[in-house]
């Protein structure tokens, strides 16, 4: 059984910071890709950014230059540092990841519970 449990939304005003983090536990052998993705209301889920083992970084266009991923292998953890909000940046943040558990053959996806990130004045 793996969880992935999210902590550090919460109301922010516009050009605040914030941080989010994502810690994995469970029968976890090996994570591959970790993301943030987000959901506003009426809209869909989207990306906001990913990373591979190797470190590589994907970012939406939308929030590139201001937020920045990173990802700590010795505790399963992946971060998301955002700078510069924005009321549009309002919605449910998710993470993600692709593992690989000692019970199955391939790695799955996992998703977070999601916290709530709320850009306001």
């Known amino acids: 059984q793996v969880q992935l449990v999210e902590s550090g939304g919460g109301l922010v005003q516009p050009g605040g910071s914030l941080r989010l983090s994502c810690a994995a536990s469970?029968?976890?052998?090996?994570?591959?890709?970790m993301g943030w993705y987000r959901q506003a209301p009426g809209k869909q889920r989207e990306l906001v950014a990913t990373?591979?083992?190797?470190?590589?970084?994907n970012y939406a266009g939308s929030v590139k230059d201001r937020f920045t991923i990173f990802r700590d292998n010795a505790v399963n953890t992946v971060i998301l540092q955002m700078n510069s909000l924005k009321p549009e940046d309002t919605a449910v943040y998710y993470c993600?990841?692709?593992?690989?558990?000692?019970?199955?053959?391939?790695?799955?996806?996992?998703w977070g519970q999601g916290t709530q990130v709320t850009v306001s004045s």
């Open positions: 469970g029968s976890i052998v090996s994570i591959n890709v």
């Open positions: 990373i591979t083992t190797t470190g590589y970084t």
């Open positions: 993600n990841m692709d593992i690989w558990t000692m019970s199955s053959v391939r790695y799955s996806n996992y």
